[in-house]
């Protein structure tokens, strides 16, 4: 996936114009967990895939959650830092989390960077890029925690495989298309 002639794994990739060090913030790098904060928009896919590229693990939590239960996935999944929209900044008062924020909305201090930036900034063409391998952890899905506790389910990039070939036969709409996260793909 790219935006313009820019690599979706660029999204998470320190720039040049800002010299950023590989220890930034927002430089996700294999095995590390990003959490994601946000209601359904098409940025979902973008960081979800972008983290995916990189060899880091994607972990979401509900906007619906309360405060204890995002605190709870933040503190079983260890997380470098967090994508979310200005209005569910609050829900993350009790984490010292960076922040990149999705969309607009007024600034707040721990904010390091927003998703608009990062898809606009220039790819670090010496990044080391680690091969990613089916084995790989990709995501760090919770459970709605309906009967006690959400837990966490891990799955590999092999697990993710059959899942979107299963959902592209059940309904396809198109058929030179994909669906990943609920979002058509053209071929």
């Known amino acids: 996936m790219k935006r313009g ?11 040049y114009g800002e010299q950023w060090s590989p220890s930034h913030p927002t430089s996700a790098r294999k095995g590390d967990v990003v959490l994601l904060l946000s209601p359904n928009s098409i940025f979902f896919p973008i ?8 060899g880091a693990i994607i972990a979401t939590t509900n906007p619906l959650n309360t405060n204890r239960e995002i605190n709870k996935q933040i503190a079983d999944s260890k997380p470098i830092i967090l994508f979310t929209t200005t209005d ?4 993350l008062a009790d984490s010292n989390l960076s922040i990149v924020q999705i969309g ?29 391998t089916q084995d790989d952890t990709t995501t760090l899905l919770y ?9 966490g389910v891990i799955c590999s990039h092999r697990n993710l495989i059959p899942w979107t070939v ?16 609920g979002i058509e793909i053209i071929k």
């Open 5 to 15: 002639d820019q690599p979706v794994a660029a999204l998470l990739s320190p720039t």
């Open 143 to 151: 459970s709605s925690g309906t009967t006690g506790a959400s837990k």
């Open 166 to 181: 299963e959902r592209n036969e059940i309904n396809p709409i198109v058929a030179d298309s994909n669906f990943v996260f």
């Open 104 to 132: 607009s909305g007024a600034g707040n201090r721990r904010i390091v960077n927003t998703l608009e930036q990062m898809m606009t900034a220039e790819p670090n063409r010496n990044r080391i890029k680690e091969r990613v």
């Open 88 to 91: 569910l900044v609050p829900k």
């Open 47 to 54: 960081v979800c895939l972008s983290v995916m590229s990189l």
